[in-house]
């Protein structure tokens, strides 16, 4: 896999060219011409968007999506035939006028936001401006990343740049986290491929728009060797606790490892172990007195053959979304316990190859791959006018357990309307897949078509029933009914809540980070909690992205702009520790809960794993363009340094 390739020249005929801007995003291709030929009259008032959650193209009409290819293909041909150089990165100018096309008149706040975004290939806006050799070179400072996912793929690739010495640790026996370990059948990503990836190791070949777990892991495995971090990592070692040692102003790591266990020493820690990655099983009697084969989702047992078999999936999350449509063709019988239903939201390209012509375009036009990138990314960077303003609770509405807005419940209606359509020989089944809780509430899941006829076909049962016990034999409900199976698989979802479990975590003082959370995990920014120094999470408590658009790439690439520049603090001040003040950290997290309870997931009485124990502790309820400014850089004053 090549990262940030380079461009191709366009060297396409007008037909040809003509053709691939069949398959473009054309308000994506609108940005592009604008910020190659400067011509801003592309934008064109009848192009804007006007429709993100629910319809193609942005909402534009045929003969606006017509005359915006005309007029692009003219451009395009225009600098083939110049053979123009690469234009630079937009000008302030430019890009407020792209924004406020895309995203409306209040959009000076994003000017500096998307200009990290839309840089050339193979440059880095947001690598570390500073270096270890030129800040403290003599002095013994080493960090422990906790993990060799996404988030501590990213922390370690930071430090390298920085020349900071580090060490990360992974149970697994490979990178990738959770794509290493869920292996489920019909496993895939439910963010586009195109935007999930770090903003400055970008492909242009994805096969999908949303891509398999395969092609995911590999994408982790190829970054860890293009940039050298395989070396730094040890894998099959387990962190077990970690004890702040105050007089040495340091961590003690207490390691289980292939060769038994150990401890080792780091002035500072970063948690990368995620929100997902602890499976939850339903705490049901009789569970372990299953006589067939039952395993968790995340620990897929490929030796089971299902062929044929009678087979219980036990959720309808979205692991279950995925595997449900996979097994049907394989099993004699497939029977799927619901809770509560999902809403879908259509996405009929959900399952397809990413089209020649957009492919085309990745990889010749400039600009091209990063424009459609923030393209898919615009819905979230504002709160209003974006995905999320429609989970916002209007309390004057008034909201209910079916709406929590007037725009919430336009969403409900579009959603409803387009899962009717599929349900047309289906009316009893209608009353148990339509949610009855308000939008938002709970994930919302692209919809191709395949869920809603999988629980359509003969050999599928959808049961509604709650269950109350698992025996020998199989699963008994509240009806009375024992449903005889052979197999069980629990898509029950994680312990998302339980951020940093099983280890043990013994701060100053001898605080012990999972009593002093009792069960309602916070921390500053998601990164940090008083008492804990130089303790650092990443994909930390209230990070969890709900309908900001991006996907959580986004998030811990700001939060590990946030951690190196801790360490930068740390090495410039030649200061030992940074320990968040206790009123900032209380300050922080009332807003933040004063978010989340004015969100359709923390007004509602439905059960969601967005907000277990009375609190959402997964959740930011805010705008993903609030995150990144407060993330920029550390506020020395914020922290007792010492």
Known sequence: MTFNPPLRPIDADDDTLRAHLRDAEVPALLMTVAHLTGDTSFLRDDARSNGWLLRPQGGMSEQAQEEARASALAALARLR???????????????????????????????????????????????????????????????????????????????????????????????????????????????????????????????????????????????????????????????????????????????????????????????????????????????????????????????QDLKGRRVAVVGTGASAYQIVPELADTTGELLVFQRSAPWLRPTPHYHDPVPEGMRWLFEHVPYYAQWYRFWLFAPGLLQEGGILQGWVVDPDYPPTERAVSALNDQLRKALTEAMEAQLTDAPELRRHVIPDYPVGSKRVFRDNGRWLATLQRDDVALVTDAITEITPRGIVTADGTEHDVDVIVYATGFQASRFLTPMTVTGRDGRDLHEHWDGQPRAYLGTNVPGFPNLFCLYGPNTNLVGQGGSIFYFSECAATYLTDAVRHLLSTGATAMDVREDVHDAYNAWVDEGNANRAWGWTKADTWYREGGRSAPNWPYSALEYWQRTRHVKPEEYETY
Request: aromatic share 12%.
């Open 81 to 303: 035939d110049e053979r123009a150089p690469q234009p630079p990165p937009p000008d302030d100018r430019l890009l407020r006028r792209i924004t406020s096309w895309a995203l409306g008149p209040d959009t000076e706040a994003l000017v500096p936001l998307v200009a990290e975004e839309i840089a050339p290939y193979g440059t880095d806006p947001k690598a570390p401006a500073w270096h270890k050799d030129e800040l403290a070179p003599d002095r013994d400072f080493h960090v422990s990343v906790i993990g060799a996912g996404m988030s501590g793929l990213l922390a370690a690739h930071r430090l390298s740049q920085a020349g900071v010495p580090f060490t990360v640790y992974e149970k697994n026996d490979d990178v990738g986290g959770t794509w290493f370990e869920n292996t489920y059948p019909g496993c895939r990503v439910d963010v586009a491929s195109h935007l999930y990836n770090y903003s400055f190791a970008s492909r242009s070949d994805w096969p999908d728009h949303f891509c398999t777990q395969d092609v995911v892991l590999a994408y982790f495995r190829d970054f860890a060797k293009h940039y050298g971090l395989y070396e730094h990592i040890r894998f099959g070692t387990e962190v077990r606790g970690a004890v702040w040692d105050e007089e040495r102003g340091a961590w003690r790591l207490e390691l289980g490892t292939p060769e038994g266990d150990r401890t080792t020493e780091s002035q500072l820690v970063v948690s990368a172990v995620g929100q997902l990655n602890r499976p939850k099983l339903p705490d049901v009697r009789g569970r372990d007195t299953f006589a067939g084969a039952s395993f968790h989702s995340a620990e897929w047992d490929h030796g």
